[in-house]
T-cell receptor
Framework: KQEVTQIPAALSVPEGENLVLNCSFT??????LQWFRQDPGKGLTSLLL?????REQTSGRLNASLDKSSGRSTLYIAASQPGDSATYLC??????????FGKGNQVVVIP | NAGVTQTPKFQVLKTGQSMTLQCAQD?????MSWYRQDPGMGLRLIHY???????DQGEVPNGYNVSRSTTEDFPLRLLSAAPSQTSVYFC????????????FGQGTRLTVV
């Protein structure tokens, strides 16, 4: 069974600092890894998708890395802003099109 | 382009009542799935479908039924609602196993009293 862990569960940072969010998964046989953002009471918004053959993916201030062999991914958010406050979810696609999610990193950016 | 549409957004049920959560996608995606999200538990897979006429159980299927008669629609049925089914439900879709991203609906917040 694929298990996904996100550390830390919650963190607060001052505005302007870089954010580093970690995700680990137990089975390296994945098709891709996806990072989502979820605001309170809202749905999931896809941020970045990393294919299993890729090492990293970038979009604006966001950069995600993937080390499939060690079962790890890291999401970097540069120069954090109060609008980055949200819960960030990591999910891996594996098996018969199954997505396994971590429990999320709850982020608060303090102005 | 609507993406993945879920209805209703909110619902309150009494224990023992039945209802259907609707999910529709307009991206011609083969794969569709239902998740529930509970505090401290993350998102857990209930049922999924790899195409019209094909469904399978996920991690927490008990108490839920699904069918997939068309590519576009994937309804989730609660036959006899229980308080333990109070949760936020999300529907997702993605293309066949070509490593494309999954798209999610906005969720249905269900309370069973």
């Amino acid at each position: 069974k694929q298990e996904v862990t996100q550390i830390p569960a919650a963190l607060s940072v001052p505005e302007g600092e870089n954010l580093v969010l970690n995700c680990s998964f137990t089975d390296s046989a994945i098709y891709n890894l996806q990072w989502f953002r979820q605001d309170p009471g809202k749905g999931l918004t896809s941020l970045l998708l990393i294919q299993s053959s890729q090492r990293e993916q970038t979009s604006g201030r966001l950069n995600a890395s993937l080390d499939k062999s060690s079962g790890r991914s890291t999401l970097y958010i540069a120069a954090s802003q109060p609008g980055d406050s949200a819960t960030y979810l990591c999910a891996v696609l594996y098996g018969n099109n199954r997505l396994a999610f971590g429990k999320g990193n709850q982020v608060v950016v303090i102005p | 382009n609507a993406g993945v549409t879920q209805t209703p957004k909110f619902q309150v049920l009494k224990t023992g009542q039945s209802m259907t959560l609707q999910c529709a996608q307009d991206m011609n995606h083969e794969y569709m799935s239902w998740y529930r999200q509970d505090p401290g538990m993350g998102l857990r897979l209930i049922h999924y479908s790899v195409g019209a006429g094909i469904t399978d159980q996920g991690e927490v299927p008990n108490g839920y039924n699904v069918s997939r008669s068309t590519t576009e629609d994937f309804p989730l049925r609660l036959l006899s609602a229980a308080p333990s089914q109070t949760s936020v439900y999300f529907c997702a879709s993605n293309r066949a196993r070509t490593s494309t991203e999954a798209f999610f609906g906005q969720g249905t917040r269900l309370t069973v009293v």
